[in-house]
């Protein structure tokens, strides 16, 4: 009797212990999977990365940008779409992780818990992904950051719907032809995996005057309630050492319209001072510069900005989109579409989306949530920002911009050149952001004219006509 006691005991521990085993491996395996599927390591599952059954990936329009035939994955056809959009849609390495080839693979390949990748064909449900970009945008805005031979970015997108219309990255290359990257011609792909839109942060230089001018406009800082802020020379002494304005040009009396649209440092300067680096700070803070968020399920770098407590000089540059060291401004391109989309939005920023809603539930499935919005400055602030920002006409769409240009190299000339805004017709409701990285030029001649040629082209997209 003891001993048949002491042997249903054993079964009873060894059954608890089996059903305790599966019910870990099960939970693991589906709370996993995701992961699992996704892992590099798993590329020898199915061969190459797993795509030779992979669904397709659309644009906006249905245009085919990325499609198995015969077990191969055959990309666009057009070799500027192929490389406008690498880092969108990504390539066969997957070494591109947040394109959606890389991240959405298990949803592409129909992974399955019970099948794995051996679905039967008459099971497997839509696995083509619709994403929210326009090729033709994407070509069009590629072509002309390409010409710059640069790195950079230019991101559009749909301030109203969050959808985004443009989005490339320099460098690039074409992902039906890779290139082999060697000692020689590495310094031509240096950093070719990151999307520059999302994982990148650059010095701004006078696009962040829009923040400046925010906080300024925000906390009612009394120069502003002056006839002009100041009356500009050219350069002027701050705290131990000069801010000059570009080129040293002198700019006479400017009120904060004038200090904007002829993008006047001193009165900036003179305005950070007047805010106070408490306020700077926190204006900087909300605005979302020192944040990361979640595009999709990406987030995106985050931008840098240290308001100095003591240097006056230093405050004063950072309020110009500059600093130095560890108070050297950073901002990341998407993050900088945002602020434009919140600033025509009246405050309130739709966050972006790559991912085409009503595309079969693959929303659900990714977790994606569309038409999230967050405030993210006072709506009578973004009123008064937008007041007094410079008009421009970019693709035959009335915009409100701002350029920026970076001095990061002056003996040598080297900027980075920006051009950052929104249009203001309300049937286009687009905010952009583009970055031309180490380069001769300024941001009017060099970052404006390519979102000069993506605007045209996403008006089109945006209205269908
Ligand atoms: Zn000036």
Redesign the pocket.
Known sequence: MKRILRRSTLVLIFTIAFIVGIGFFTVELVMGAKDWIAQPYNAHVSGSSGLEEAGKILDRNGNVLAETVDGERMYNGDEGVRRALLHTVGDNSLNISTAVQSKYRSLLTNYSLIWGLNMPQSMRTSRDITLTVDAPTCKTAYEALETTGCKGACVIYNYKTGEVICSVSNPSYDPQNPPEITEENQSEYDGVYLDNVLSSAFTPGSIFKIVTAAAALENNAPLLSQPSICY???TETFGSSDVH?YGW???GS?DLRR?MS??????FAHLALDVGPEKMQSMADKIGINSSFNVDDTPTAKGHYKAPETDDNVLAWTGIGQGFDEYEDKVNPMQMAVICGAIANRGSAMNPTYIKSGTGGILEMMGIKHNESHNLINSDTAQKVDDVMPSYTLGGVNAHAKTGTAEIDVSNNINNAWFVGYSTEADCPLAFACVVARTNGIGDNTARPIVDAAMAQAAKAVRGY
């Open positions: 500009c020379n050219g304005c040009m002198p700019h400017v200090a002829e993008s006047c440092n001193i009165a």
